[in-house]
């Protein structure tokens, strides 16, 4: 298999980079075909603009729908982001690193996700609008993980921890980011307390990430609720009779009362 691994951090001793290591080790000896996006590494450029878009098809007011998708559609993108989409589209996995910055993923990351999440591509996929998306769309078939490193205390983050649990604090990433056009995401690898973390700690976190590397292809993803399966009537609102009572978040998922057990800490 082909898998991408997606990383943002600039200290090459950090915990981070150690998963992204340990995870390119253990995935070739698995015979898996290893690809990196290290986004520090390559000056990734976070910020998404009129820049993006070197062929503009309107030049009175930028509109970042019309122009990705001209640009997607006609091949004229800039050549960071076509290379990225390269990589996406070959790959049968996508792992994200990345440490826990006020909630959620590092700035570059998340403008990898801005520029590289083309219309056409990531949505407005086959040009039907929102027809495909949360379990279809471009990207389906491929599966997702996160891994996440996270300063503070497992304890924070559990389900009445003071900063919230984390899968839900990650939700715009694992539903929205990546469900979204169709992959299947796994549920969050992290390591708690990574600020300071002892080596015994670090050594047993270490054996958890490698264990859930030789499982990427055989975990169970999240049970997100498609669009397309019948529990949402109109595309946009779940039916009565799915779910009755539960709402927010973990009303999107088929088995709430578990979702986020699976998260691992060290």
Known sequence: ??????????????????????????????????????????????????QDFPERTNEDRLSFIEESGHAFANGCQTTDVEGEQRK????????????????SMPAIMKGWIDRVWAFGLAY???????????????FAGKRALLAVSVGGPEKDYSPRGINGPLEQLLFPIT?????????????????????????????????????RLERLF???????????????????VLADHVAPGLTGLLAHIADAPQFGSDVEGS
């Open 1 to 50: 298999m082909n898998v991408l691994l997606v990383h943002a951090h600039p200290e090459p001793t950090s915990v981070t980079r150690h998963l992204v290591d340990t995870a390119s080790e253990v995935l070739a000896a698995q015979g898996h075909h290893v690809m990196e996006s290290d986004l520090y590494g390559m000056g990734w450029k976070a910020v998404f603009d009129g």
């Open 218 to 236: 055989d975990d169970e993803p999240i049970p997100f609720r498609p669009q397309n399966g019948g529990d949402y009537p109109d595309c946009h």
């Open 175 to 211: 539903h929205g980011t990546l469900f979204f056009p169709g992959m299947q995401v796994l549920p969050t690898f992290a390591v708690y307390g990574s600020a300071g973390i002892e080596p015994g700690r670090m050594a047993e976190a270490t054996a958890a990430w490698k264990r």
């Open 124 to 138: 407005g996929y086959r040009g039907a609008g929102n027809a495909y998306r949360y379990g279809e769309g471009g």
């Open 88 to 103: 996406l589209q070959a790959a049968d996995a996508v792992i994200l690193v990345f440490p826990l910055w006020w909630y």
